[in-house]
């Protein structure tokens, strides 16, 4: 996942609707694995085309490039859209099988469940971001340069330095009481970890919303009305990572009660709900793949298809920011419609996009070590020498001619077939070693603490 897998979201639920959730997270797992792919991929082919391929297609009549066209473009600079996209499916997953426990009138159990999975969701994200950055903060002091030295984050001078380090930015970055978002401080040990916190704020917020539809007795109408009231206001006001947890919860309603289908199958035929489903996964599609370059709104103002959507963006949203409102539109239709759309599900449900959703929460974590470690090397071995850099004795060693379109040149493809293994088997190791360790550790504090238990009890007393 990146950050999310489902499985570890999910209680004791033998009472629920066991089909329709292990299907979901089936499929949701391959959306998230192919949605940690196009991050990888942004933060790697930038270095072969120097970013122009995130310029719009056509922008100012001159930016005409294949990766940047209108839906292929999201393969090459997905990055950003992915974060909503993740977003989404953590607001889905989380509040799932503690609705479904609250459907089935299990109030006790659905109360046991959330006081669970608020115990086992830090463990669950924090203890494989730290494993990562202190790896990489020991790697930093190995022989022979293993890691190279980068701008943001020169290594101190002993490794007892770095180590001391890493625990007092770790514990200052980490702790929640404080503002996190791309645009504000970064963690020098892992960049891109600024969704971490994000992470367990929206989880947090998530379960305080179910425990808030356990306490009041509001209809699902009435729930599922204020979220999307909610996530509207929260978007305009430029609060976008909470929007997304909370349109993903409305989303969780609507499946745990079938609202939208009960209604729909009621008043359209099944052409007519195909064509709505696929309209709207199109529009989603499309809404995610604005053109999106921090600190320039002018790549999608002056891009046909997006000047007036653009123009229509609230204020609350700076020049860094100003593609987060579309995307978190985008991300609430796409996922909407991926799961409802069939042959979709069966894409994202398929043996590869699989095995991509088991190891993303790592292959988010790691990839940017892993690309600072082997990209840039293996990019100068066949001739990706960047401007001004000191040679090295690898650089056009196995030489080839960058021939092709911007983000597809055959030097770039030929790197990225040699660096995705790398970082996917990377991925794996960590996920093996770090990720479900971490999940096995959530298990087991709530165990010790009878939680499993009582969440079993409750249901048998309660029927």
């Known amino acids: 996942m990146d950050p ?18 292990n299907r979901s997270t089936a499929f949701l ?21 120097a970013n122009v391929h995130e310029h719009g297609f056509g922008e100012q009549g001159q930016y005409y490039y294949l990766a940047s066209l209108p839906f292929l473009r999201i393969v090459f600079s997905g990055g950003s859209a992915a974060v909503a996209i993740f977003f989404i499916l953590s607001g889905y997953v989380l ?46 002091h190995a022989p022979f340069g293993i890691v190279p030295d980068i701008p943001w984050a020169p290594p101190k001078a002993s490794i007892f330095a770095e180590l ?51 306490f009041s007795g509001s209809s699902q109408l009435l729930s599922l009305a204020l979220l999307m009231t909610s996530f509207t206001v929260l978007l305009h006001l430029g609060k976008w990572t909470m929007a997304c947890f909370v349109a993903g919860l409305a989303l969780s309603i609507l499946d745990v009660h079938s609202m939208d289908m009960t209604y729909l199958s009621r008043h359209c035929s099944q052409r007519a709900q195909s064509s709505l489903k696929h309209f709207l996964f199109v529009a989603g599609f499309y809404l995610l793949c604005q053109p999106s370059h921090d600190g320039h709104p002018e790549y999608s103002l002056d891009t046909l298809g ?15 920011q100003y593609y987060r409102y579309w995307h978190s539109w985008g991300a609430l239709l ?43 090397r ?22 080839i001619p960058d021939i092709g379109p911007a983000g597809m040149s055959s030097r770039f493809l030929v790197c990225m077939l040699i660096m995705l293994p790398i970082c996917l088997a990377i ?37």
């Open 378 to 399: 293996i990019g100068r071995l066949f001739g990706q020498v960047p401007f001004g850099a000191k040679d090295s004795w690898w650089d056009n060693r196995l030489y």
């Open 95 to 140: 509040g799932k099988s503690s609705l479904c426990l609250l459907r089935d009138g299990e109030q006790p159990a659905c109360v046991m469940s959330l006081i669970s999975a608020v115990i086992r969701r830090p463990l669950r994200l924090y203890i494989p971001t730290l494993g990562v950055t202190l790896t990489y903060a020991i790697l930093m």
């Open 306 to 320: 997006w000047h007036y959507l653009t123009l229509w963006t609230p204020k609350a949203y700076n020049l860094t």
């Open 164 to 214: 001391t380090h890493w625990l007092i930015e770790s514990i200052n970055f980490f702790n929640p009481f404080q503002t996190h978002g791309s645009n504000r401080a970064w963690y020098s040990y892992n960049l891109v970890v600024w969704t971490i916190p994000i992470e367990l704020k929206g989880s947090m917020l998530v379960y305080s919303l179910v425990a808030i539809c356990a």
């Open 427 to 463: 991925a794996d190791c960590g996920t093996k070693l770090l990720d479900t360790p971490s999940v096995r550790m959530g298990k087991w504090v709530v165990q010790r603490l009878g939680l499993d238990k009582r969440i079993v009890l409750a249901i048998r007393v309660n029927r």
């Open 4 to 21: 999310r897998h489902p499985q570890e979201h999910q209680g004791p639920t033998s009472q629920t609707p066991a089909k329709l959730q």
């Open 334 to 376: 796409l996922v909407y419609s991926i799961l409802r759309i069939q042959w979709l599900q069966k894409f994202l449900n398929s043996r590869p996009l699989r095995y991509l959703g088991k190891v993303s929460f790592m292959l988010y974590l790691v990839h940017l070590a892993v690309l600072g470690i082997f990209g840039d």
């Open 29 to 49: 797992d391959g959306l998230r694995g192919l949605a940690a792919l196009f991050v990888f991929i942004q933060h790697y082919v930038g270095s072969f085309d």
